[in-house]
């Protein structure tokens, strides 16, 4: 198993691989269940997410807490009305957003999408157009998924979709739907697959929640893992 300094090591490793992340005053400490908190500053938003999803791809990696500070330069700074106005038409620019029932409220650099949508991607689609905006400090996501009929068998569709997915393929993960929200059960390598997992369950038509309750292996339990599925390969 990783001791917290090699897992350390991996994470700014990681970080500093990233030719698109700002990560020079990024600082980073592990604790010895695997969890990681990054802290410092960085010149925006999308730096941050970007920091995140980086460490989330680390084996060993069980939780992250992300405290890092967005600090915008001088010429990067932005009026709440200048932001406000470049997320709208940002929003009207994507044509996976039905901007026409999304809300945009901004307070310092802080900005608030408010709504209805009938997908998950599309929610995440509305974020991921103003998270990338200059001025932007924060997005604080509250659009909500319309309910829509279930089918019967969509735990099984789920399940499949998340077996024809070659990086997932061979997981244990179990599938259970109440009401309209799936509850996600097993394990999975690395905090990344599991919000695969959970990204394969959102795209079924329906689903207003899904509870992730996926567990994330140590690295020996990963080798261990891999060692079992080369076994059934080769037979």
Not at 90 to 115: C, K, M, R, S, Y
Not at 125 to 133: H, K, T
Request: no cysteine; aromatic share 2%.
């Amino acid at each position: 198993m990783a001791t917290a300094d090699a897992l350390q090591r991996h994470v700014l490793d990681e970080l500093a691989w990233q030719p698109e992340l700002k990560a020079a005053a990024i600082g980073v400490s592990v604790e010895s269940d695997g969890v990681v908190t990054l802290s410092g500053h960085v010149p925006s938003y999308l730096d941050r997410k970007l920091a995140e999803a980086a460490v989330k791809r680390i084996a060993g990696v069980k939780a992250v807490a992300n405290e890092l500070q967005v600090r915008l330069a001088g010429a990067a700074t932005r009026n709440d009305t200048d932001i406000a106005e470049a997320a709208v038409a940002a929003l009207q620019w994507n044509v996976a957003v039905p901007d026409e029932h999304i809300g945009v409220v901004v307070d310092h650099g802080v900005v608030t999408l408010e709504g209805t949508v009938d997908w998950r991607h599309q929610r995440e689609a509305a974020e991921g157009a103003v998270r990338v905006l200059q001025g932007v400090k924060a997005v604080e996501n509250r659009i909500a998924i319309a309910p829509a009929a279930l089918r019967s068998d969509i735990a099984r569709d789920i399940a499949a979709a998340v077996q024809r997915n070659a990086a997932l393929a061979g997981q244990h993960i179990k599938v259970d739907v109440v009401d309209a929200t799936v509850v996600l059960r097993g394990s999975v390598r690395t905090l990344e697959e599991r919000e695969a997992v959970e990204e394969a369950a959102w795209r079924a038509a329906g689903v207003t929640e899904v509870q992730n309750l996926l567990d994330v292996l140590r690295p020996d339990e990963t080798d261990e893992l891999l060692a079992r599925l080369d076994s059934g390969l080769e037979r």
